[in-house]
């Protein structure tokens, strides 16, 4: 990849990636280092010119994936601590940080789900790439984790 | 889970920010499609919100990502000489302990303070080679 063609993916990824990672990760410090380590192990790769961008970005979610994974591993934390919550996050709206809950109250593997489904777009064979299961589990998979997801807004709302 | 031919299309829809008349009165009546639109909408909505902090501009990311290849590479392209200082340093090593162990009448203490003085100077000689052999490239 040159340098154009890595600063137009970049510019069409990073962003996304970035907060992909952001709502991910339960270490907040860990995201930058992360989001340098999946374009890098992207470019490591070498994928020829003429892949596709939309299987560089396959494959840069697939990357950042497995990070998220090992530093989940690493961490052995699931829920994002009050404390590590950053400035941003904690000044945001109400209807976002009731978003944010619910998304920590999920399984790691539901987030990711959720994520690549509703953000990303990606269909379910590509999740299914992404998450290295099989493509036949994801559907049940995302209806678990949307009723799940829905199922908390709609008891914080009730409470409220 | 459902079978709703209109599931499918529903996130890609709250993506685009347009959703068809059809889909708009479908979704009035089928509970999960309703269920799924309002989850894509807040995940997007989430999403976009994240967003907004801007990262790493793309070209010192590219700068950073550059200077870490060319370590990478060089990384790689010196371990070869990397082993083969250790060859050097233990193939001299071994050579002097069958040099002095075929000197006829050496007592062992004399041979083990022998095999000690010549790696006093072989091995500066071996780490200044590895250095100098790191510093070309």
Known sequence: MDEESFHAFYEQTARNLRAYLRSMLTDQSAVDDLLQESYFRLLKAGLPPATEPAHQKNYLYRIATNLVHDQRRSHKLEVLPEELATPSMANCLDQAHDIERALDRLKPRERDVLWLAYVECFNHREIAGILHLGAASIRPMLARARAKFAGILRRREVRE | ?137
């Open chain 2, 1 to 137: 889970m459902s079978d709703c031919p209109y599931e499918p299309g529903i996130a890609a829809a709250v993506a685009n920010g347009s959703l068809s008349e059809d889909l708009v009165l479908h979704l009035a009546e089928c509970p999960v499609c309703s269920e799924e639109h309002s989850v894509a909408r807040k995940m997007r909505q989430f999403a976009s919100g994240l967003a907004e902090e801007p990262g790493p501009p793309a070209a010192s990311m590219w700068w950073r990502l550059n200077l870490r290849m060319r370590r990478e590479r060089a990384r790689r392209a010196q371990q070869p000489l990397v082993w083969m200082g250790r060859i050097f340093y233990a193939a001299i090593a071994v050579t002097a302990a069958l040099v002095l162990a075929s000197i006829p009448g050496l007592s062992g203490r004399t041979a083990v303070i022998g095999l000690a003085a010549l790696s006093a100077v072989v091995l500066p000689v071996a780490i200044v080679l590895v250095s100098w052999s790191r510093s070309k490239l």
